[in-house]
C-alpha cells in the first residue's frame, strides 16, 4: 500500500428534501449571495423560483451569474468573478452539474484576486476564496465532494484541471429527486463518468485491496441499477442509488492506498471536449475501450481482474475488454467518435491536441506514438 493523506471537509447533505435547509446553511457565511447555474435547466424545472423564494424569506440578498456551458469555459469564470467581486459577495451559491460547480470553484478563487482564473490552471497557488455552497442537479462527476474543477480555455486550446483545499465546497446538497429531469443521454453519460473515475483509480498506483474493493462495489451498483434507472428515469430509488454512487467514485475513498490514480483516459477524452464539445461522459466510453486495447500487454493482469470481478466470472484481459465495452454500449453510449457522427479527417487536431495538453496517465505513460495508436482504435 502506498501512503495517503485522507481529507475531506464537504458537509455533504442527502435525501429527498433535504433543501429545506439551504437558506439557513446559507446565511452561516453572510447576507449576500452570487447564484450560479447554467443554461436553463433550473429554470425550467422550477428550481429557480424555489431557491429564490427561499433566499428572500431569510433575508438573502442575490446576484447571479447565469449560461455555464456544459464543458465549461475561463471567460464565463471570469465574467461571474467580476460580478462576485463587485457585489461583495460573501457565498457562492452553485446549482447545476459539473459544469457550474466546477465553475463556481475557480470563481471562488479568482474573486479575490486581480487575475484571469486560468492562471490557476497554470501554477498561481489559491490563497483565499469565496465560500460555496452546492445544489448538485447531475449526479456524474463527483465534483461535489472533491476540489477539483475541470475548465476549457479555447484561444489556448486547453482543458485542464486545477483543486487546492480551498476549492472544496462548504456543503453539498444532493436530493435525488432533482435529477429526475435529467434526459436519457445525460444520465447514462453521467454512469459511465463515475464508472470511469473508479477504473481510473484502479489503474492507479497502489496495492490496496481495501481500496480496489471499494471500486468494485461502486461499479457494480453502477452496472446494477444504472440500466434499470435508464428504462425507468422517473424512477426516484434508481436516481438515488446512482447519485450516491457517483458521489462515492471520486470523493477520495478509492484512492486510499495508492500514490496516484491513473487518469490517462480523462487527459484524453478532454481532448475531445475541447476539439468536439464531446459531453465529457460520453468522451471516456470512447477512449476507454480503446486506452486497454492499446495498453493491454502492460496491464493485462490488472484489466482481467478488473472484468472477471465485476462479471463474476473468470475472463482474460480480451474477454474483459470486450465485455465493458458492450456494457457502455448498452448504456447507450458511443464507443467510437463515429458513433457522435463526428468524422473527417480528424486524426492530426486530435493529435496536435494531445501534445499541446501533454496528455498523459500517471501510471500507464505514454508516447506520442502510443497517440496515434490510440486515436486509430477510438475514431
Ligand atoms: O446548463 P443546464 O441548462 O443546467 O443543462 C445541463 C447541461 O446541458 C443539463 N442538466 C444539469 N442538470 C439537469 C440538467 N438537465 C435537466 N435536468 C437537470 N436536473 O445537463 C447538461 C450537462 O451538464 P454538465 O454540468 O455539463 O454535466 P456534468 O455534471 O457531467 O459535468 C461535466 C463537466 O465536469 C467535468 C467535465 O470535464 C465537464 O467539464 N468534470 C469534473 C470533475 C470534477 N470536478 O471532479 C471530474 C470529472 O471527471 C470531469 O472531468
Ligand atoms: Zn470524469
Redesign the pocket.
Known sequence: MENFIAYNPVTLHFGKNILSTLGTTLKEYGNRVLFV??????K??G?YDRIIADLKSQGIEVCEYSG?????VIEDVDAAAVVGRENNVDVILAV???????SS?IISATIPVEHSGWNFFTGTKAFKAVPIVAVL??A????EM?P?????NHALGQ?S?F?SPLTFPKHSFLDPA??????RD?TA??IA?LI??CFEAWFGIGDTTLADRFVISIVKEAMKYGPMLLVDLQNYEFREKIMFAATMA?NGMTMYGRSTGDWGV?SA??IL?LLYDV???AS?TIVYPAWMRHFKDRIADRIAQLGSELFDEPLTADQSIVRIETFFKSLGCPVRLADLNIAGDLRKPIFESMVHNKVNGGNVRMLEEDYSELIGLFL
Request: charged share 10%.
Open positions: 447555474y447554467g443554461k436553463g435547466s433550473v425550467k424545472s428550481l455555464i456551458k456544459s464543458n465549461p447545476g452539474g459539473g459544469s457550474v460547480i466546477d470553484k442537479t447531475l456524474a462527476t463527483g465534483t472533491n477539483f474543477a475541470v475548465v476549457s482543458k484541471a483543486g432533482l435529477t429526475l429531469t435529467v434526459p445525460y453519460y453521467g463518468d470511469a473515475h471520486l480523462h477524452g478532454h471536449s459531453p465529457h461522459g471516456l
